[in-house]
């Protein structure tokens, strides 16, 4: 098997469906947005599951969602981010830094 490769049957559509729009309700607009969060290899963010790992993803956002409905404290949705904020996550935290030091800002690693 080559390196990066699935290792089993391609997801169905409805498995693709079902994840994204699980992964809507958890505030994510794509596969890309939410990887790292969602802790995807680079081809899940490209939409590319196998069968076994769509499973395994729509298990944990629906145990994830099944978890929050039955809290007692009310959960806080994730609001939606503006196109601004949007941009501003595509950025490494680096680079936001050194720009916010640069106007002046004092930045610390929190």
Do not use: C
């Amino acid at each position: 098997m080559a390196f990066g490769q699935a290792s089993g049957p391609p997801a169905t559509h409805r498995q693709l469906d079902e994840l994204l729009e699980l992964l809507a309700g958890n505030g994510f607009e794509s596969f890309k947005e939410a990887r790292y969060p969602m802790d995807f290899t680079q081809r899940q963010a490209g939409g590319k599951f196998t069968r076994d790992e769509a499973d395994e993803f729509i298990e944990k956002l629906q145990e994830q969602s099944e978890m929050e409905d039955e809290s007692l404290a009310p959960v806080q949705k994730v609001k939606k981010l503006s196109p601004a904020e949007q941009a501003l996550r595509k950025y490494p935290a680096e680079e936001l830094a050194a720009e916010l030091q640069r106007r002046g800002w004092i930045v610390a690693e929190g």
